[in-house]
């Protein structure tokens, strides 16, 4: 049994090297998208709200490890207040070819938040819908809930500033299958895209206190969605694919 354990995990480890060789050198990198700072895109300061820069994490250590998991190249988060309504834009950016989809796809709120004791209430995949006056790309949408209250998500994992249609797929646990699958998740988008891996992420997540469905309406919100346009969120805003 113990002979037994030893290869398989010599497999493994065989198979991690292998794709991370696959990764460095066979995947072809492309222009970024996205050619300005995450600030430069989004504004800061919208008329009627008011602006609040937030940590990634609550203490200076915990900023550092997500820094250091996430590996990311640039991000913003924020919330943007106005009476009781409480919007939370959190926008995080890679460059062509510096994390594997499945690394960055992962970190989604199916995940990460439920695993921080979230509930999921309601969820959505793939939703593509006109809202607040834009049409979205599409988008994942869920409602969830923590300590009785209700936040309720849309968020988007832009491949070279186009939808990843396979993120609804990736979830991972702290343990138990979901966690063992995700090592190979790599090897999945080698199978769905070929070695077409080399674009460029952006991951937007835009969260409310309120429905979005009673927000759109109101002018004020439309204005705070109208800012986050740069991000493209958006069909008619939509970035160009590098092979156009």
Not at 82 to 94: P, S
Not at 141 to 169: A, C, Q
Request: aromatic share 14%; charged share 25%.
């Amino acid at each position: 049994m113990k002979r037994f354990l030893l290869i398989f995990m010599a497999a493994i480890l065989l198979l991690v090297w292998t794709t991370r060789a696959v990764f460095a050198f066979f995947v072809p990198e492309v222009e970024p998208t996205l050619k300005s700072l995450l600030t430069d895109l989004v504004p800061k300061n919208v008329q009627g709200w008011k602006t609040t820069e937030l940590p990634l994490s609550i203490t200076p250590a915990g900023e550092e490890r997500v820094l250091d998991i996430l590996k990311l190249d640039d991000h913003i988060c924020r919330t943007y207040s106005r009476g009781d309504t409480e919007i939370m834009l959190y926008a995080a950016y890679w460059l062509p070819g510096s994390e594997p989809y499945s690394s960055v796809g992962l970190h989604n709120p199916d995940s990460c938040w439920v695993i921080a004791g979230w509930d999921i209430q309601d969820r959505e995949s793939a939703r593509k819908i006109d809202f607040a006056g834009c049409s979205l790309k599409s988008h994942e949408w869920g409602i969830y809930r923590k300590d009785g209250s209700d936040t309720h998500v849309m968020f988007w994992h832009l491949l070279g500033g186009e939808p990843n249609e396979y993120i609804k797929h990736m979830i991972w646990t702290e343990s138990g299958i979901d966690s063992f699958k995700r090592q190979f998740y790599f090897i999945f988008n080698i199978y769905q895209l070929g070695l077409d891996l080399g674009r460029d992420q952006l991951f937007v997540r835009i969260s409310s206190n309120k429905a979005f469905d009673l927000l759109e309406k109101d002018p004020h919100f439309q204005r705070l969605f109208e800012s986050f346009a740069g991000l493209g969120i958006e069909t008619s805003n939509s970035l160009p694919h590098p092979s156009q």
